[in-house]
């Protein structure tokens, strides 16, 4: 039977959780911060609280870069097919855009592997994006993470492997975009079908380029006009000198 003090204690219980809720809440906003880092030309802002399997970024010149530590896929034995993935967001602000305009983004990732068995396997997967954050967030280019060389030495030692991906930013679409939210997204995949078979493969840095071109700003109409009312003065003056 449910009593008025049974109805009593559940309020004190549901109370007790909604203040909970609001402390984990407050904390979470709390703990999370915008992080702004200048390079040459460029500045790079991420939220610290979202960076996954990444870990925190450096910057030098115009790129940064990410050098995880336990960001890795691991099968053995009959453990089939295990995937590990993280994405994060940064975001690529111009400091002079009179100056330079985005021209692209190059993305290259670098780890190693080891694989034992000739039914285990391991690859890299993942995509690049670039879009628009200053105009229109509709406006975006992608393009596949793939790896430069088949991963598929199988002699048991460790072996180093690479892949990239680059999106281009150009046209008239891109011409007064300023700011770029750059995601990459990222996939480790390991798998061993057999008994006394592994797989093992490492994500251990991953760096982004930005790419800039000089600002191709047109000359305004009123100088142009300027400047032709200035050759017609030039050629009456002659005239008139040479009557």
Not at 17 to 46: D, E, K, R
Not at 169 to 178: H, K, L, R, S
């Amino acid at each position: 039977m449910i009593t008025s003090n049974t109805v009593g204690q559940w309020h004190k219980i549901l109370a007790k959780a909604a203040v909970l809720v609001v402390l984990s809440t407050f904390s979470f906003v709390t703990q999370a911060a915008l992080i702004t880092v200048n390079g040459t030309n460029v500045s790079f802002t991420y939220d610290d609280a979202f960076l996954g399997l990444f870990g925190a970024p450096s910057v030098f010149g115009d790129s940064i870069f990410f050098t995880p530590t336990n960001f890795d896929a691991v099968s053995d034995n009959q453990d089939g097919l295990v995937t590990v993935n993280s994405t994060v967001n940064v975001d690529v602000t111009i400091f002079n855009p009179d100056a330079f305009v985005f021209d692209g983004f190059m993305l290259v990732e670098r780890g190693d592997y080891s694989l034992v068995g000739s039914n285990s396997s391991v690859d890299v997967g993942g995509q690049l994006r670039a879009r628009d954050w200053t105009i229109d967030p509709n406006t975006e280019v992608n393009d596949s993470i793939v790896e430069t060389a088949p991963l598929t030495n199988n002699d048991g030692e460790f072996h180093n492997w690479e892949a990239g991906a680059t999106v281009a930013i150009g046209g008239a679409e891109w011409q007064d975009v300023t700011t770029i939210r750059v995601t990459i997204e990222n996939v480790l995949r390991a798998t061993s079908l057999t008994q006394g078979e592994s797989a093992f493969i490492e994500k251990k840095f991953a760096g982004g380029s930005v790419g800039l071109v000089v600002n191709p700003v047109p000359v305004p109409p009123a100088v142009w006009l300027f400047g032709s009312g200035l050759i017609g003065l030039v050629g009456i003056a002659r005239r008139k000198k040479a009557a």
